[in-house]
């Protein structure tokens, strides 16, 4: 442990067993102080697997990324976080060098830059190539994020925010005057997708944007699926990216269907962590 790195290393997963295992010995190549994985009610072997590589093993109670982001933020001891998503292969050396990084910089976090694994089907290749094809978002990347422990304690993750509770965190951290950025490691995202797995994130991801739009602004268009659909199709159409395009569009079906769906569940079916009213914010 002498020559561990100072950092608290949170993966959170859920039926993960096809890629856990690449993830986590990564991770410990990389010689962290500690690994904390926060599973999700994993129905596969994924725990199992993971307690070869940490016995720090939490379970999230099936209530979400969001809640596993914080529980496992809080019970970390370094003063440093970095989050590592369970699809994700780190090279070797990411997290000294991304710890040089980030203490040279100044700056609140750091996070690395992705390349798409997947080499198999049309939907790992495109979702590949989207990765390759993306600008660089303002905040945090949580799949692969270097975070002073302080700052995600200040600001947290909220629960009722999941999925996109890092957009959420990042709303509010932004606006605190954090400033992120991006690391020269690029680390290496495994998909496991099929058109199925495509739709059904995407559904996810839609219901999760309803949350988003119910807390910040039911009125802020970026949470509206059909906004940033139609900016990625822009984005790849100039970039000669082509096979992304049908990730957009689908994105702009089934997350405006998982949107939709999500609001009437909040209406008519609430979770008690629901705020009481909508915010009716406008903006981009």
Same mark, same amino acid.
């Given at each position: 442990? !002498? ?16 890629t856990i295992s690449l993830c ?8 962290p102080w500690e690994i904390i ?58 997290f000294s060098r991304m710890f ?41 990347? &949580?799949?692969?994020?270097? /975070?002073?422990? !302080? ?7 909220? $629960? ?6 890092? /957009? ?6 932004? $606006?605190?005057?954090?400033? &992120? ?52 199709? /822009? ?24 949107? /939709? ?10 979770? *008690?962590?629901?705020?009481?009213? *909508? ?6």
């Open positions: 442990m !002498e020559d561990s790195l100072p950092l608290s290393v949170i993966v959170c997963a859920r039926n993960a067993e096809k986590l010995e990564s991770i410990r190549m990389n010689n994985l926060v599973d999700g009610n994993s129905t596969d072997k994924t725990v199992a697997l993971a307690a070869g590589f940490t016995r720090n093993i939490l379970s999230d109670q099936g209530r979400g990324t969001s809640f596993a982001h914080q529980i496992g933020s809080e019970i970390a001891s370094q003063d440093y976080i970095m989050f590592v998503d369970a699809d994700v292969e780190l090279p070797p050396e990411a040089a990084e980030l203490k040279k910089s100044g700056l609140e976090g750091i996070y690395a830059q992705t390349e798409g694994a997947g080499r198999g089907n049309f939907w790992e290749k495109a979702a590949s190539d989207f990765l390759s094809c993306r600008p660089s978002p303002a905040g945090i990347w &949580f799949g692969a994020g270097l /975070v002073k422990r !302080e700052i995600v304690l200040k600001y947290g993750f909220d $629960s009722f925010i999941s999925p996109g509770d890092d /957009v959420d965190f990042n709303r509010r951290a932004l $606006s605190g005057g954090c400033v &992120f950025g991006v690391s020269a490691v690029q680390v290496k995202h495994h998909h496991r997708t099929t058109f199925q797995n495509v739709v059904r994130q995407y559904i996810w991801y839609g219901k999760g944007r309803s949350r988003l739009a119910w807390k910040n602004g039911l009125l802020i268009l970026r949470f509206w699926p059909p906004f940033p659909a139609v900016y990625g199709l /822009v984005y790849s159409l100039g970039h000669f990216k082509f096979r992304p395009l049908s990730l957009h569009l689908l994105a702009l079906v089934f997350q405006s269907w998982g949107m /939709v769906c999500g609001l009437a569940e909040l209406v008519f079916s609430p979770p *008690p962590d629901r705020p009481p009213r *909508p915010c009716w914010k406008w903006g981009i």
